[in-house]
């Protein structure tokens, strides 16, 4: 697998202009891969926007090299990286500590008296997105690890994980129908307790909406 990332032009406005919704980035992220467009073979490629210091990057996990090309094609020149992941997957191990961030959909399906399918609906509040995250965490092969997090000197609170962003991008469908997703970003510590189930959690992805932008989980061994 690999794990691509490059700085979006975000300061040359004409250059982006197409950038106006998730399937635009979609769009992008699926041309990046020319030669699964040829053979009509599709994989599925997970990504999300980072801001990080005043910049905005694309990464891009996928199974196939994506084509560098096509990959800076909204980016800055110069900017774009591919590395090898596998390498990096074989190396987990259980009660490993690693840092995370993972932008995901947190959602919840709810069904009514003669509905044979449920309806999706959005988590909204803070409390309801982190337990999203916590109720998932066993399952997806990891428990998240307490931290001290110092808000106010005279007040320091012990949590896991915050909640380092949220919003509400749009995705324009088909006949002009548009919907806003619930993106939500986390970041923390946490500790592998299942190494496959984690190694899926990191190249499957975590929740829906994975086309456009969720569910990428991305970890840094702690030192």
């Not at 691509?4 to 891969?33: C, M, P």
């Not at 910049?55 to 090309?69: C, F, G, M, R, T």
């Amino acid at each position: 697998m690999y794990l691509s990332r490059v700085e979006v032009d975000s300061r040359n406005r004409q250059k982006i202009k197409d950038l106006t919704h998730l399937g635009a980035y979609h769009n992008w992220v699926e041309q990046s891969f020319p030669k699964e467009i040829a053979q009509k073979e599709r994989h599925r490629h997970l990504w999300r926007l980072d801001n990080l210091g005043g910049k905005q990057y694309l990464l891009v996990l996928s199974e196939e090299k994506p084509d560098i090309q096509k990959l800076v094609t909204y980016g800055v020149t110069g900017t774009a990286m591919i590395k090898t992941y596998d390498s990096f997957l074989d190396k987990i191990q259980t009660g490993q500590i690693m840092q995370f961030r993972l932008t995901a959909n947190p959602s919840r399906k709810i069904s009514r008296p003669g509905q044979k399918q449920g309806r999706v609906v959005p988590h909204i509040t803070v409390d309801q997105q982190r337990n999203w995250l916590i109720e998932r965490a066993a399952a997806s092969g990891f428990e998240l690890v307490q931290q001290e997090i110092v808000d106010e000197p005279e007040a320091p609170v012990s949590r896991a994980f915050d909640i380092v962003a949220r919003d509400w991008p749009v995705l324009h469908h088909k006949k002009e129908h548009s919907v806003r997703l619930s993106r939500v970003t986390f970041e923390g510590l946490l500790r592998v307790t299942d190494v496959e189930a984690f190694k899926t959690t990191l190249t499957q992805g975590l929740g829906r909406e994975k086309a456009f932008g969720m569910g990428l989980m991305t970890v840094i061994p702690e030192r």
